[in-house]
């Protein structure tokens, strides 16, 4: 018998990660885990939108589940996202939703209260919710189980060599909901002579040719380096002076914390969605939170924070460490063992 059996729906590289962290938290707390993956298979051609795209993964989902529940006779089952509990069999066992935010915030609208109806009846069911930060819990709908955060936590960093480089770093692996044009646009304004914007984890051909129908060139000092390793994208943020981020959206966002880390100034846009980092920003320095998405407020952020002397920056960072404690490591085995595993195993 195993304890937990994870439906890990890993439709995105980022989905897997965060679920392979969630089943390490659990095996360092004690738990036994076993993972069974969800093939999409022939029904992928029929994703073309919301609410399909959630009706074709809960299928696929579900028959994921059955494929191994008898095999594995889990005591508890952990759902990565709504998606993958939405239609469901558990056998009766307790289980766990998994998620970063519900679908009633991150897919809003009238085409989707269907989905949302299900939603709210599949976390009112659950034992628990896990969500990945305390901004997502008031998102949650009415009558949903007792949540419990656990975040990916924060990996620690090596101390940096030297002052910062005038360097800032943006990681935009979609176009799109990343931002870069409005990070582009606001480069091209920014007062930052000399400086350099390295924007990592697209194919640089993919990003040109976004721009270009979007008529807008690349600036000076502004690189695409394409996708960089965890450890060459670690050493960057070391040697940069901030880590920009133009995401009209973030269900979580964990390289700006991992930035944070590093000991970069985070500067950011507004954006939508539980972003713990946007919070985190303001706190330690307002002047490097954009007043709105236009580029011309992200440009004077991004020269606030690049002109930003070697001072001020130590105590930016100091403090950015303390309101990174609740993301580290130990404190979400601590949370994993004594809020999560009792409530799933009866522990």
Sequence with gaps: MTDLLMVSLGTTRGLRIQDAQFVS????????????????GAADRLRRGYPVNDVVEAIAARRALDAVLHDHDPRAVVFSTTTAALFATDGGR??????????????????????????????????????????????????????????????????????SEPLAVAYVPDPKAKGLELLTRAW????????????????????????????????????????????DFGALLLRARAFVSAAAWEDFGQAPLQALERGCALVCAPGGGPFPALAI????????VAADRGPGSLSIALTAALATGEARLAAYRAAARELLSPFRRGEQVRRMRELVLPALLGG
């Design 25 to 40: 938290l659990a095996r360092e707390a004690g738990a036994s885990v076993a993972v069974t993956g969800v093939r999409i």
């Design 94 to 163: 307790p289980f766990a939703v998994w998620l970063d935010s519900p679908a009633r915030l991150n897919r809003p609208g009238l085409r989707n209260l269907a989905l949302h109806a299900v939603e709210r009846r599949r976390l009112a069911a659950a034992r628990l919710v896990v969500v990945l930060s305390a901004r997502a819990i008031a998102a949650l709908p009415a009558g949903a189980a007792p949540a419990v955060v656990i975040s990916p936590p924060v990996l620690p960093a090596p101390p940096r060599r030297g002052p």
């Design 188 to 231: 091209a304004r920014a007062e930052v002579a000399g400086a350099r914007l390295v924007v990592c984890g697209i194919d640089p051909e993919r990003a040109r040719a976004f721009l270009a129908r979007r008529g807008v060139p690349l600036p000076a000092g502004m690189e695409l380096t394409g996708m960089v390793s965890p450890e």
């Design 281 to 288: 920003a303001r706190e330690l320095e307002p002047a490097f």
